[in-house]
T-cell receptor, first 113, second 115 residues
Framework: GAGVSQTPSNKVTEKGKYVELRCDPI?????LYWYRQSLGQGPEFLIY????????DSGLPNDRFFAVRPEGSVSTLKIQRTERGDSAMYLC???????????FGEGSRLTVL | GENVEQHPSTLSVQEGDSAVIKCTYS??????FPWYKQELGKGPQLIID?????GEKKDQRIAVTLNKTAKHFSLHITETQPEDSAVYFC??????????????FGQGTILTVHP
């Protein structure tokens, strides 16, 4: 596709459940980022990948959050034992290089009831 | 870590007027300052950026200025149009040879341009 694709666009789950959010970056982009955006706030950095490896995961809030990018393309953000405070828009972005422009997807809105 | 403050939180202007949004940052090592526009239901889109070795950059109706001494930077939109209505975010990062994509964002400014 032409842009960054994120699925699902909306996810409603119950407290305590496990959730996976998928990001399909622009073809050929080596850098991939995850951000979380709460309502009325700016995005907050979670983690980024250069290729297959997580280069910096310092923004992950706790060990319930984990992300992978096994083949250096698609990435999955995994949230275990979801809490109501995890409700937010999760944004993925990709870039052709580490110094290039970020291209954001439209996000996955997670609601934890 | 870096902290970015953005003002105002809302800005309402008449079509054709100018709009100015201001940001301050805390980390003097920050060296890359992008601005993003986010429309309802969409992800942020880069509209202009500036690096710390430049004081001003302009692209058509949009300009950004950077004052490293005072640690603040501003977005200027001239001849505003209704389609400029959106949420605008400033951001900063100290790439430090790693990544320009690990950004600290401001809280956002809701810009409304009235026809």
């Amino acid at each position: 596709g032409a842009g960054v694709s994120q699925t699902p666009s909306n996810k409603v789950t119950e407290k305590g459940k496990y959730v996976e959010l998928r990001c399909d970056p622009i073809s050929g982009h080596t850098a991939l980022y995850w951000y979380r955006q709460s309502l009325g706030q700016g995005p907050e950095f979670l983690i980024y990948f250069q290729g297959t490896g997580a280069a910096d995961d310092s923004g992950l809030p706790n060990d319930r959050f984990f992300a992978v990018r096994p083949e250096g393309s698609v990435s999955t953000l995994k949230i275990q034992r979801t809490e109501r405070g995890d409700s937010a828009m999760y944004l993925c972005a990709s870039s052709p290089t580490l110094t290039g422009e970020l291209f954001f997807g439209e996000g996955s809105r997670l609601t934890v009831l | 870590g870096e902290n970015v403050e953005q003002h105002p939180s809302t800005l309402s202007v008449q079509e054709g007027d100018s709009a100015v949004i201001k940001c301050t940052y805390s980390d003097s090592a920050s060296n890359y300052f992008p601005w993003y526009k986010q429309e309802l239901g969409k992800g942020p889109q880069l509209i202009i950026d500036i690096r710390s070795n430049v004081g001003e950059k302009k692209d058509q109706r949009i300009a950004v200025t950077l004052n490293k001494t005072a640690k603040h930077f501003s977005l200027h939109i001239t001849e505003t149009q209704p389609e400029d209505s959106a949420v605008y975010f400033c951001a900063a990062t100290n790439a430090g040879g790693t990544s320009y994509g690990k950004l600290t964002f401001g809280q956002g400014t809701i810009l409304t341009v009235h026809p």
